[in-house]
């Protein structure tokens, strides 16, 4: 395995060679599955398990809060000293400790049959928090000019899997239960321990040695690479917001029944993958690539305010998701690529997981204010109006940036 290059090339540097070489691939390969089957569990958790805990004994409104709630908190809580051990001690065996973390959580959840027992699992699941250090063995793996293509396999993999946990839940939960959904969760697990030591390559795990004092959170919130750590919070900012507007459109606006919004989520999101693909290539051809993310995020304002000012037609909300779902694919592979590229190897595993702490508190900010403005008399259009207004925010804050 070659070693992974990362520095950005200079304006007047040939185009680079494109092709993922045999090893990438299989580094791709077995990473995107590790990302999809987790959170395939996880998904498939999420539209049944407010109902569940509801139904267990003395479950309140505040208890069932909270066993929604407490995977993403201890996630926060444990992303960053994953992140820093995976560059202290090298990136697998942390992602296994990771995975086992969740499956013991999964196998807990399992077995529970109180509420308190639930949370304890969602608890235990939340502290495997993974997400940087199996980002940055992707990017350990992956040459720069690649980099950016590699990330949007792995995000289209994990909207793969939200758009099959969506038409999945419903009939997995009336055939086994959120106890069986539990087991499902355990299995993945188990399958994604499988897949890091057979199907990742071995031998390019970074590890860098240094002692406890060394640059680790400090380097990781430097100020070049607070930039990608902004815009992912408003990336999922505007994703959550989004998302908290066009179920009340859908139903409310354009009488949809709730249990048949999943189709048009499948074909919206089926149809905003082609339009990305160019977005990527051009990114790995272009000279100053940072013009395209600029491009990316102005589109994704783009269009929000269609979204604003269109969403009581049926077809011309799709065509807005369309287009926003193009930009947020796009962008969510282009971050993380370029604050790789960015970040020192010796504190990579440190920078993505504090980019991953950003990424959940932007959906869980854009879910309050979202929520609390559509309970305004500015409704549906006031949440699309916010969430235009964050994106323009980070086009202007962009802009200065080169490269």
Known sequence: MHPSSDGAAPPSAPAPRLRLDPAERRALGGLAAIYAARMLGLFLLLPVLALYAGSLPAASAGLVGLAMGAYGLVQAVFQVPFGMASDRWGRRPVIAIGLVLYAAGSVVGALATTIG?????????GSGAVSGPVTALLADLTRSEVRTRAMAVIGISIGGSFVISLVAAPPLEALIGVPGLFWIMAALAALCLVLLFVAVPHGADRRVARSAGGPGLAAALTPA???YHFGVFVLNFVLTAAFVGVPYALRDILH???????KTYLWVFLASVPPTIPFVLYTE??????RVLRLGVLLLAASLLA????YWNYWTLAASLVAFFAAFNYLEA????RLSQAAPAEIRGAALSVFAVAQTLGGGAGGYV????RGTHY???GVFAVATVAALGWWFVARPQRG
Do not use: D, M, T, Y
Request: hydrophobic share 55%.
């Open 285 to 290: 051809r272009a000279k100053v690539p940072g």
């Open 334 to 337: 282009r971050l993380p690529a």
């Open 370 to 373: 979202a929520s609390v403005v």
């Open 117 to 125: 027992g639930v949370i304890a699992a969602r608890l235990v699941q």
């Open 225 to 227: 690479l607070l930039p």
């Open 307 to 310: 979204l604003a000012f269109s």
């Open 256 to 262: 949809i029944p709730l249990e048949g919004h999943w």
């Open 379 to 381: 409704g549906v259009h």
